[in-house]
């Protein structure tokens, strides 16, 4: 008797991302399941094992993607930025609106602090990227020594809800004027 072959079933690890992502957002971190999940995906609770090991790099991989996604439209949006502070603020945003949406699971998601000082030097690399980019396509090359500070300021401006935009853009305008 020959082995058989698993059985593929087509676009299952998107499928089981999309449904995980909408569990997520509704039930929350402790409400996620993956018996619900494979149910709702009509797949076995080890198939999902097959794309994820465990629940906490599913949620983990749903946030990748959709820092993926932001860190694309931060990509592009400098790449068009018409000055230093205008890049900025694109990046500003796009960190408060990613955190916005995951900050009632991080706080209830422990897991993640375990982490958090591998995934901040990160963010802060990416960030850093983006910036030296945007500046070396503006022709502001002497400031490229200040951008991980700069980027590591975005960060936490963009995390703390005291911190206004408009007192970073004083400063990027002041920096780069």
């Not at 009509?42 to 090991?53: E, R």
């Not at 629940?55 to 993926?68: C, F, N, R």
């Not at 995951?102 to 910036?131: P, T």
């Not at 500070?149 to 206004?164: C, F, M, N, P, Y």
């Given at each position: 008797?020959?082995?058989?072959?698993?059985?593929l079933i087509p676009d299952a690890k998107a499928k089981i991302i999309s449904i995980a992502k909408k569990q997520l957002f509704e039930n929350g971190y402790a409400g996620l399941t993956l018996r619900e999940i494979a149910d709702q995906c009509s797949l076995a609770v080890g198939t999902?094992?097959?794309y994820f090991p465990s629940k906490d790099m599913?949620?983990?991989s749903i946030m990748a993607e959709d820092w993926h996604k932001s860190h694309k439209n931060m990509q592009k949006s400098c790449k068009t930025a018409s000055n230093v502070e205008q890049g900025v603020r694109v990046i500003y945003k796009e960190i408060c609106d990613y955190v916005q949406t995951y900050e009632k699971i991080w706080s209830e998601?422990?897991?993640?602090l375990n982490s958090f000082g591998q995934r901040h030097v990160m963010l802060r690399?990416?960030?850093?990227?983006?910036?030296?980019?945007l500046l070396e396509r503006l022709d502001r090359k002497e400031g490229m020594e200040l951008c991980p500070l700069l980027a590591e300021t975005v960060l936490a401006g963009a995390i703390?809800?005291?911190?206004?935009?408009?007192?970073?853009?004083?400063?990027?305008?002041?920096i780069f004027s």
């Amino acid at each position: 008797m020959g082995c058989s072959m698993p059985k593929l079933i087509p676009d299952a690890k998107a499928k089981i991302i999309s449904i995980a992502k909408k569990q997520l957002f509704e039930n929350g971190y402790a409400g996620l399941t993956l018996r619900e999940i494979a149910d709702q995906c009509s797949l076995a609770v080890g198939t999902i094992y097959n794309y994820f090991p465990s629940k906490d790099m599913l949620v983990a991989s749903i946030m990748a993607e959709d820092w993926h996604k932001s860190h694309k439209n931060m990509q592009k949006s400098c790449k068009t930025a018409s000055n230093v502070e205008q890049g900025v603020r694109v990046i500003y945003k796009e960190i408060c609106d990613y955190v916005q949406t995951y900050e009632k699971i991080w706080s209830e998601y422990k897991g993640m602090l375990n982490s958090f000082g591998q995934r901040h030097v990160m963010l802060r690399s990416q960030l850093s990227d983006l910036l030296s980019a945007l500046l070396e396509r503006l022709d502001r090359k002497e400031g490229m020594e200040l951008c991980p500070l700069l980027a590591e300021t975005v960060l936490a401006g963009a995390i703390q809800k005291d911190i206004d935009y408009s007192v970073l853009s004083r400063m990027v305008n002041r920096i780069f004027s």
